[in-house]
């Protein structure tokens, strides 16, 4: 099976894909994840975001407490 692109091009997404899942599963954290692909966290959420993966995974739950929370914080910012 010939490969159709370069190695290091491939052992760059499959180690992405790879820490794409265990960030997704909870098996890592996304610190965790960007130190592995020397980057920082918020490069790390874009570049698995890029990639298909879930960055942000709210429960119902979650997504009341953000709406409740997010006009206090837009109020705090403003004073």
């Known amino acids: 099976m010939a490969l159709r692109e370069e190695p290091d091009s491939f052992r760059q997404k499959v180690l992405v894909y ?26 790390f959420y874009r570049l698995i975001s890029e990639h298909g993966f879930s960055v942000i995974d ?12 997010t006009p206090w914080l837009s109020s705090q910012k403003q004073e």
């Not at 790879?18 to 490069?43: P, V």
């Not at 429960?59 to 929370?69: H, L, Q, R």
């Open 18 to 43: 790879t820490l794409g899942k265990l960030y997704e599963t909870g098996r890592i954290s996304g610190g965790f994840a960007a130190q592995i692909l020397g980057c920082d966290r918020y490069d």
């Open 58 to 69: 709210y429960v119902e739950e979650d997504w009341s407490a953000e709406a409740d929370f």
